[in-house]
Structures are given as C-alpha cells and as structure tokens.
C-alpha cells in the first residue's frame, strides 16, 4: 500500500526552524520526484519545494528560497525540509507529495495537479 507521511511540524516562533520528513513506503521510491506543498487557511494550496528522484535536482519557491533547503535519503525513503527563519506567513498544512519523475527534473512540477500521490500533511504555526 502506498503510503506517504509527513512529521516534524509544530508551533515555532518567528525566526525560528523547524524540519519535515516525508516518510514513503509502497513504492519504488528512487523512481519519484517528491515535493512540498502547504496550504494557509482561505488560500489554495502553493508549491514550496521539490527535489527530483535522484536528489540531484531542486527548485524552491521564490517566498522560501534561500531559507528552506530540501534533501531525499533514497536509503531511508524519505525526504527531508528544513526551514530556517521562520515567518508567521509560513504558517500553513504542509503536504507532501510524489510523482514518477526522471532523475535530474522536478522544476516544472509546481502545481498539485501534477502528482500523484499525497500524504495528510503536518501542520506548521509560526507565532510568538
């Protein structure tokens, strides 16, 4: 059964980090591009991330960029986002999301249409 699950969300204040994990199981992990997703209350739900199956390969939103870093342990099957200096406007239920992808491309799968598989998400707050 395919499974995906999110972990490591919490309330954390303003400047503060925090790091996902997107545990995957039921399939052939190495194959599948993995991005991150969240989704603010009232608003749809953006792209944040990805990382191609390789690991070789990723792409960030430009509200995120240079603070949150993606990485993929193909060994454990599980992708990793860490995010650093934290603002209340990341808060948000983060999902994350898989697709079958080739090893070195993920740029272009930015919207949730575009993958397959989903997990239940984990919620991030970011408050004082």
């Known amino acids: 059964q395919l499974q995906l699950v999110e972990s490591g969300g919490g309330l954390v204040q303003p400047g503060g980090s925090l790091r996902l994990s997107c545990a995957a199981s039921?399939?052939?992990?190495?194959?599948?591009?993995i991005g991150w997703f969240r989704q603010a209350p009232g608003k749809e739900r953006e792209g944040v991330s990805c990382i191609s199956s390789s690991g070789g390969s990723s792409n960030y939103a430009d509200s995120v960029k240079g603070r949150f870093t993606i990485s993929r342990d193909n060994a454990k099957n599980t992708v990793y986002l860490q995010m650093n200096s934290l603002k209340p406007e990341d808060t948000a239920l983060y999902y994350c999301?898989?697709?079958?992808?080739?090893?070195?491309?993920?740029?272009?799968?930015?919207?949730?249409?575009?993958?397959?598989?989903w997990g239940q998400g984990t919620q991030v707050t970011v408050s004082s």
């Open positions: 039921g399939f052939a992990f190495d194959y599948y591009a």
């Open positions: 999301a898989a697709r079958r992808a080739a090893p070195f491309y993920c740029s272009g799968y930015v919207y949730p249409a575009q993958y397959d598989y």
